[in-house]
């Protein structure tokens, strides 16, 4: 089917370890985004990328980093995973104009 | 900075009422506006998409309304299923297109 996929759907690490969440879309979608959510926080945007090889931050970037190699692909790193970090993280990609927003089945990540 | 705020938190009514779900927001300079629904444990699902233009838009028995100058949307949902128990989120686009900014959502059960 059509849309976005997240690799992996759960994970727990130990703090300090380091990870990659990949997206993967195959709309043919030029904007690419990170967002976390959090109980009574609602989704935050943590990075996002406007095309291939282009990343900006968003409203919490603080100790992520993402890169977009390919169109179809961005990628968000954890280099030191902090507690802090816990937390459901969903990919979306949309159309330039902003419609066909979507979004993946989420990434469950829990750090002890 | 835009802030998006949904009223009621929650809400619980029995089958075949219609309601109305708000969302108030801070900033009108958006792109537009856009209304998703998300399932327990599920990623985001994309409902109605209103342009800054727009006054209204209609998907089967969903309507959403917009006015920009006083930073409000409504979404109107008409003879309430049990299948539509869900979170509501109401998110606006900002006018770079480059963000989507979300409320904390209104929790729906719609009880047979």
């Known amino acids: 089917n059509a849309g976005v996929t997240q690799t992996p759907k759960f994970r727990v690490l130990k703090t300090g370890q380091s990870m990659t969440l990949l997206c993967a879309q195959d709309?043919?979608?030029?904007?690419m985004y990170w967002y976390r959510q959090d109980p009574g926080m609602g989704l935050r945007l943590i990075h996002y990328?406007?095309?291939?090889?282009?990343?900006a931050k968003g409203e919490v970037p603080d100790g992520y980093n993402v890169s977009r190699l390919k169109k179809q692909n961005f990628l968000l790193g954890l280099e030191s995973a902090a507690p802090s970090q816990t937390s459901v993280y969903f990919c979306?990609?949309?159309?330039?104009?902003?419609?066909?927003?979507?979004f993946g089945s989420g990434t469950r990540l829990t750090v002890v | 900075k835009q802030e998006v705020t949904q009223i009621p938190a929650a809400l619980s009514v029995p089958e075949g009422e219609n309601l109305v779900l708000n969302c108030s927001f801070t900033?009108?300079?958006?792109?537009?506006l856009q209304w998703f629904r998300q399932d327990p444990g599920k990623g985001l699902t994309s409902l109605l998409l209103i342009q800054s233009s727009q006054r209204e838009q209609t998907s089967g028995r969903l309507n959403a309304s917009l006015d920009k100058s006083s930073g409000r949307s409504t979404l109107y949902i008409a003879a309430s299923q049990p299948g539509d128990s869900a979170t509501y989120l109401c998110a606006v686009l900002n006018q770079a297109g480059t963000a989507l900014i979300f409320g904390k959502g209104t929790t729906l059960s719609v009880s047979s």
């Open positions: 979306a990609s949309s159309n330039r104009d902003g419609y066909g927003y979507t």
């Open positions: 709309m043919n979608h030029e904007y």
């Open positions: 990328s406007v095309g291939e090889g282009t990343t």
């Open positions: 900033d009108s300079a958006i792109y537009n």
